[in-house]
């Protein structure tokens, strides 16, 4: 039975390993996004960090 003010919501459960490795591949990949976002990001702020004078910048 559930809690009162609890919602209601039991958190989901992987059914199999099927189900378990799915999500960790789904990690792997969302883990590689972030990795090459934070890369960007910080090139960025080398950019910004020496007052915008990179070629790499340069239009």
Same mark, same amino acid.
């Given at each position: 039975?559930? =809690?009162?003010?609890? @919602?209601?919501?039991?958190?989901?459960?992987?059914?199999?390993?099927?189900?378990? %490795?799915?999500? +960790? $591949?789904?990690? =792997?990949?969302?883990? @590689?996004?972030?990795?090459?976002?934070?890369?960007?990001?910080?090139?960025?702020? %080398?950019?910004? +960090? $020496?007052?915008?004078?990179?070629?790499?910048?340069?239009?």
């Amino acid at each position: 039975m559930d =809690e009162p003010g609890d @919602g209601g919501v039991q958190p989901a459960e992987p059914s199999d390993d099927g189900d378990r %490795e799915r999500v +960790a $591949a789904q990690i =792997e990949e969302l883990q @590689g996004c972030l990795d090459l976002v934070s890369r960007k990001v910080a090139m960025y702020e %080398e950019h910004l +960090a $020496a007052d915008g004078d990179d070629p790499l910048w340069a239009g």
